[in-house]
């Protein structure tokens, strides 16, 4: 099992920023891919970015230049930078591990809460 722990979500105006982590702990197994997905109401979870142990990053078009995401694979740690957040950016924002041709190996975070609000 791998347990995923966010934080960093909140409220923040339009134009403002803000930084997601989560920290990846127990049978963590590489190469991997660690990524964000957020879900907002009545709507399913979609793809914001994700980031291969390799060094490879992918983004949803609605968020390339805005958005940037690091991580880590000493400390299992990514990071998702936000900028120039949007109202409709607001959702709450899931951490996953994965390995892609392992389907049994995806594991998410609890979620955390990203409101954009003037």
């Known amino acids: 099992q791998v347990q995923l722990v966010e934080s960093g979500g909140g409220l923040v105006q339009p134009g403002g920023s803000l930084r997601l982590s989560c920290a990846a702990s127990?049978?963590?197994?590489?190469?991997?891919?660690m990524g964000w997905y957020r879900q907002a109401p009545g709507k399913e979870r979609e793809l914001v970015a994700t980031?291969?142990?390799?060094?490879?990053?992918n983004y949803a078009d609605s968020v390339k230049g805005r958005f940037t995401i690091s991580r880590d694979n000493a400390k299992n740690t990514v990071w998702l930078q936000m900028n120039s957040l949007k109202p409709e950016d607001t959702a709450v924002y899931y951490c996953?591990?994965?390995?892609?041709?392992?389907?049994?190996?995806?594991?998410w975070g609890q979620g955390t809460q990203v409101t954009v609000s003037s």
């Open positions: 996953n591990c994965k390995i892609p041709l392992l389907s049994d190996y995806n594991f």
């Open positions: 127990g049978r963590i197994f590489s190469p991997n891919v």
């Open positions: 980031a291969s142990s390799g060094g490879s990053a």
